[in-house]
Every structure is written in C-alpha cells, then in structure tokens.
C-alpha cells in the first residue's frame, strides 16, 4: 500500500499550494478536511471498484441485446498472489462497452 503514502507527502501540499495561488485560502482549509490515511485511500479505491462492477453487471441485464462475451483468465503476480481477471465485452444502448476487472484469489 506504499503508493497511498504519496497523497500526503508529496499530492496534498501541492493540491494546497495550487488552491492558495489559483483561488482563495479558504479553500485551503477544505483540503485540510481530506482524509488521505492509507486505510481510507484503500478501502475507497475498493468501493469504487465495487460500483464500476456493479454498474457493468447492471448494464448488461438490461441490455436489449444479451448479446455479450467475457474471458477469464487466472495469473500469479511476482509475489506468487493468485489474481482472476475478467474481460467483458457488451451492448449498452447501441454502444460496444469493453470492461476489465481483477480480483485477488
């Protein structure tokens, strides 16, 4: 979880700096409101995560045309962690939609 770590050494000053230039102070304390711990940027990024799925699996069955494909397919990453990967292509509203997804097994 190291990259987390960048939003408060190095992303949160920056995005303060640029609000104190571009618009007033009073938005800087706003910043300071934000909750960067790693815990929260994880478990955020996992709720976001859940939605897009969500979301795809939604538009799927609503779909007029059923008409999709999905691969899955199984790797281990360099720390021998069991990943699924799962590659969907559908129709949504006349559109061809392509979406990707990873889960840790």
């Given at each position: 979880?190291?990259?987390?770590?960048?939003?408060?050494?190095?992303?949160?000053?920056?995005?303060k700096h640029?609000?104190l230039?571009?618009?007033?102070?009073?938005?800087?304390n706003?910043l300071?409101?934000m909750?960067t711990?790693v815990?929260?940027?994880?478990?955020?990024?996992?709720?976001?995560?859940?939605d897009i799925?969500?979301?795809?699996i939604?538009?799927?069955?609503?779909s007029?045309?059923?008409?999709?494909?999905i691969?899955?397919y199984?790797s281990?990453?360099v720390?021998?962690g069991?990943k699924?990967?799962a590659?969907?292509?559908?129709?949504h509203d006349?559109?061809l939609?392509?979406c990707?997804s990873?889960?840790?097994?």
């Amino acid at each position: 979880m190291k990259p987390h770590l960048i939003a408060d050494g190095l992303l949160c000053p920056t995005a303060k700096h640029i609000v104190l230039f571009m618009i007033r102070e009073e938005y800087v304390n706003k910043l300071n409101g934000m909750y960067t711990s790693v815990d929260t940027v994880h478990r955020r990024i996992a709720d976001i995560s859940a939605d897009i799925l969500d979301k795809m699996i939604q538009e799927i069955k609503s779909s007029i045309l059923l008409i999709f494909s999905i691969k899955l397919y199984e790797s281990t990453d360099v720390k021998n962690g069991s990943k699924l990967l799962a590659y969907a292509r559908y129709i949504h509203d006349s559109v061809l939609k392509t979406c990707f997804s990873s889960v840790n097994l």
